[in-house]
């Protein structure tokens, strides 16, 4: 099986040897990916809805894994228990949604726990709860895929809670990386806070939280 682009990077943050779990895994297409290239031995792939767990059913099915994937449905890891999982990818949802799971499952503080985030939206958001939550982000990995940049964030539990300036939220761990993808990504966010500055400039309302987060990126890409 070949993934795309965003969910071959994700690939490449887990763990080898580790129990996965794929939340809102639509048609398992990750987890299954694993197990066939030998790097997990187990997974279990839940979503909210029956439709997405349906197509994943015939995923597991075609390629031959029935025997190593448990499909559940779920809201987030609701239906999840501590020691199940080690390894938990949460792909293509909005960062606020993904924050509410982190918030409330309170197994996930355990040093033994692995996250790895891909959001569609609101990344600061995320890195936000993150951080006041005691994890600390230690990889960020920026792709390109069909024309448009995705940021995946991995994260473990350190029992450091901590509130962040909202430069560090919005940049996160991504200026630490030097690739081409990576300083496009930082170009992006440039962009879209050199526009939210002189729309507030220009309505006659605060920009200085946006005039610093400006600084901030421009500085990154020095």
Same mark, same amino acid.
């Given at each position: ?45 839940? %979503? =909210? @809805? /029956?439709?997405?767990? *349906? #197509?994943?059913?015939?995923?597991? +099915?075609?390629?031959? !894994?029935? $025997? ?56 600061? %958001? =995320? @890195? /936000?709860?993150?951080? *006041? #939550?005691?994890?600390?982000?230690? +990889?960020?990995?920026? !792709?390109? $895929? ?77």
């Amino acid at each position: 099986m070949i993934l795309d682009s965003r969910l071959s990077a994700v690939a490449e943050l887990v763990r080898s040897g580790t129990r996965f779990a794929d939340i809102g895994t639509d048609h398992a297409y990750l987890p299954v990916s694993l197990l066939m290239g030998g790097k997990i031995e187990y997974a279990v792939c839940s %979503d =909210l @809805r /029956k439709g997405p767990l *349906k #197509n994943a059913e015939e995923t597991v +099915k075609k390629y031959g !894994v029935e $025997d190593k994937v448990d499909l559940r449905l779920s809201d987030g890891l609701d239906a999840y228990s501590w020691g199940e999982v080690n390894e938990i990818a949460i792909a293509g949802m909005g960062g606020l949604l993904i924050s509410e799971f982190i918030e409330r499952t309170e197994w996930l503080r355990n040093d033994d726990i692995h996250l790895i985030m891909q959001p569609m939206t609101h990344a600061e %958001d =995320l @890195r /936000k709860t993150l951080y *006041k #939550n005691g994890f600390y982000i230690d +990889k960020e990995v920026a !792709v390109k $895929d069909s024309g448009k940049l995705y940021i995946i964030i991995s994260a473990y539990f350190s029992g450091v809670f901590e509130t962040r300036t909202s430069s560090q939220c919005v940049i996160g761990e991504i200026y630490k990386n030097c690739d081409p993808v990576s300083r496009e990504y930082i170009k992006m966010l440039l962009k879209k806070y050199t526009v939210k500055c002189e729309m507030l400039k220009n309505a006659e309302k605060d920009y200085t939280e946006a005039e610093s987060i400006v600084k901030e990126l421009r500085q990154c890409l020095k």
